[in-house]
């Protein structure tokens, strides 16, 4: 057919076939997408809100499931209203310290009910209490972390328990770790945007495996997040023979130095530094400042024999000879457990005792000698001091003489020397 057609009548023929595609391509056509610039600007900033709302959603519920799990490694303390951390498989379990607390067996309240607790440490001096659980309790211990590890930004979680045993979880970055100063001992403590407060102390912090980084610990009037290496340093120094004598009697001792030779006018003895409020030492009237020369008529130069004589103790008595401004004095010294109460029950310390220290200057004799901002200035060479110009003369970086301080520090007094 196509061979009888002439020229014009092919191409005739094309132009037809051409002309239905495009009217059948013109009636198939799919309807036009819509313009995405129609959506008002405040539709987009509405989904936008939606993702990160649903985002936030689902990294909270990521910190809860995280926050559970740690859970059953923490107890509430009910008498010490604190959190508790269970620090190892044998039921040690750690918490902040309380030198007033009294009872010989505590309460915890426990993923899986209430379970006694028998106190083992507990200290002025340092800022961790020790409790040991039964072995029937199958207490979870945490697993710790090392902060080391971790890279300043990323998310760790504080979580605490709270009256009841509810617990709280709260989340935050992680900044880096910096050594803190707590009294006399340093530890490294973690730093990061999580707020610490009083709701916190006894928790811990946490990455986000569920590794304890730190537990929050008082620290000079204040708190710090001591990593699990310095909280053993600490749990390490109160079991020691100076932190046992400390816990026991409350009372610290030193040997005499060139210094404090000189200034006692003796060649031997041992300096008391420390007397914690209504334990036997302050009961039994010693004070910072006095050198304990002997016990029961035996002479003690060095820390090791005072510890042999006095440690371990029940309820012995001891009668001290001890020298104070230079007389000799007889104390009767009777040893007591730490659980003891203080007399009628409560402790009172006069509550403008001795004139209070604004401010350290790094660098500074004071600041050499320990002391702190918050420390009341009680004897100045064994002299109460007269006006406050009379504690900047004693303070000053001028001065050449060496002088003997008494501080008071929370429920303690200290003895100091400025040289």
Same mark, same amino acid.
């Given at each position: 057919?196509?061979?009888?057609?002439?020229?014009?009548?092919?191409?005739?023929?094309?132009?037809? =076939?051409a002309?239905?595609?495009?009217v059948?391509?013109?009636?198939i056509?799919?309807?036009?997408?819509?313009?995405?610039t129609? %959506?008002?600007?405040?539709?987009?900033?509405?989904?936008?809100?939606?993702?990160?709302r649903?985002?936030?959603?689902? #990294?909270?519920?990521?910190?809860?499931?995280?926050?559970?799990?740690?859970?059953?490694?923490?107890?509430?303390?009910?008498?010490?209203a *604190?959190?508790?951390?269970?620090?190892?498989?044998?039921?040690? %379990?750690l918490?902040?310290?309380?030198?007033?607390?009294?009872?010989?067996?505590?309460?915890a309240?426990?993923?899986?009910?209430?379970?006694?607790?028998?106190?083992?440490?507990?200290?002025?001096r340092?800022?961790?209490?020790?409790?040991?659980?039964?072995? *029937?309790?199958?207490?979870?211990?945490?697993?710790?972390?090392?902060?080391?590890?971790?890279?300043p930004?990323?998310?760790?979680l504080?979580?605490?328990?709270?009256?009841?045993?509810?617990?709280?979880?709260?989340?935050?970055?992680?900044?880096?770790?910096?050594l803190?100063?707590?009294?006399?001992?340093?530890?490294?403590? %973690?730093?990061?945007?999580?707020?610490?407060?009083?709701? *916190?102390?006894?928790?811990?912090?946490?990455?986000?495996?569920?590794?304890?980084l730190?537990?929050?610990?008082?620290?000079?009037?204040g #708190?710090?997040?001591?990593?699990?290496?310095g909280?053993?340093?600490?749990?390490?120094?109160?079991?020691?023979?100076?932190?046992?004598?400390?816990?026991?009697f409350?009372?610290r001792?030193?040997?005499?130095?060139?210094?404090?030779?000189?200034?006692?006018?003796?060649?031997?003895?041992l300096?008391v530094?420390?007397?914690?409020?209504?334990?036997?030492?302050?009961?039994?009237?010693?004070?910072?400042?006095?050198?304990?020369?002997?016990?029961?008529?035996?002479?003690?130069?060095?820390?090791?024999?005072?510890?042999?004589?006095?440690?371990?103790?029940?309820?012995?008595?001891?009668?001290?000879q001890?020298?104070?401004?230079?007389?000799?004095?007889?104390i009767?010294?009777?040893?007591?457990?730490?659980?003891?109460?203080?007399?009628?029950?409560?402790?009172?310390?006069?509550?403008s005792?001795?004139?209070? =220290?604004?401010s350290?200057?790094?660098?500074?004799?004071?600041s050499?000698?320990?002391?702190?901002?918050?420390d009341?200035i009680?004897? %100045?060479?064994?002299?109460?001091?007269?006006?406050?110009?009379?504690?900047?003369?004693?303070? *000053?970086?001028?001065?050449?003489?060496?002088?003997?301080?008494?501080?008071r520090?929370?429920s303690?007094?200290y003895g100091?020397?400025?040289?």
């Amino acid at each position: 057919m196509l061979a009888r057609l002439s020229k014009n009548q092919f191409v005739a023929l094309l132009a037809g =076939i051409a002309a239905l595609i495009l009217v059948v391509g013109v009636l198939i056509k799919p309807e036009k997408a819509p313009d995405v610039t129609s %959506i008002s600007q405040a539709e987009m900033q509405r989904l936008q809100t939606l993702t990160q709302r649903r985002n936030l959603e689902n #990294l909270a519920v990521y910190f809860a499931q995280i926050a559970a799990s740690i859970q059953p490694g923490l107890v509430w303390i009910e008498e010490w209203a *604190s959190t508790g951390v269970v620090w190892n498989g044998s039921g040690l %379990i750690l918490t902040a310290g309380s030198p007033r607390f009294s009872a010989t067996q505590v309460s915890a309240i426990t993923t899986s009910g209430h379970v006694s607790l028998a106190p083992q440490m507990v200290s002025s001096r340092f800022s961790a209490a020790a409790m040991r659980a039964p072995p *029937s309790s199958s207490l979870e211990p945490v697993r710790k972390g090392d902060a080391q590890r971790l890279d300043p930004g990323i998310w760790i979680l504080l979580v605490s328990r709270q009256e009841g045993g509810q617990y709280l979880f709260t989340p935050g970055t992680y900044s880096g770790l910096a050594l803190t100063r707590c009294g006399e001992f340093e530890y490294a403590a %973690i730093q990061s945007s999580l707020p610490l407060t009083e709701g *916190s102390v006894g928790g811990g912090l946490f990455d986000l495996e569920g590794n304890l980084l730190a537990m929050v610990l008082r620290c000079n009037g204040g #708190l710090a997040a001591v990593t699990p290496e310095g909280v053993d340093g600490i749990v390490a120094e109160a079991n020691s023979p100076e932190g046992q004598a400390e816990r026991r009697f409350g009372i610290r001792v030193a040997e005499l130095d060139e210094t404090s030779r000189a200034y006692f006018k003796l060649e031997g003895g041992l300096l008391v530094t420390e007397v914690v409020d209504d334990l036997p030492a302050d009961t039994a009237g010693l004070a910072p400042g006095d050198v304990i020369v002997g016990v029961d008529g035996n002479p003690v130069d060095l820390r090791s024999s005072w510890y042999k004589a006095v440690l371990p103790a029940g309820d012995e008595k001891f009668e001290l000879q001890v020298q104070r401004n230079r007389k000799r004095v007889k104390i009767q010294f009777r040893a007591k457990s730490w659980q003891s109460k203080p007399a009628g029950g409560v402790s009172i310390s006069g509550a403008s005792e001795g004139y209070e =220290i604004r401010s350290v200057t790094a660098g500074s004799r004071a600041s050499r000698a320990s002391i702190l901002r918050g420390d009341r200035i009680v004897s %100045i060479d064994n002299e109460q001091p007269g006006n406050p110009a009379a504690v900047r003369e004693a303070l *000053s970086d001028e001065n050449p003489n060496s002088v003997f301080l008494v501080l008071r520090r929370g429920s303690a007094r200290y003895g100091v020397f400025l040289k």
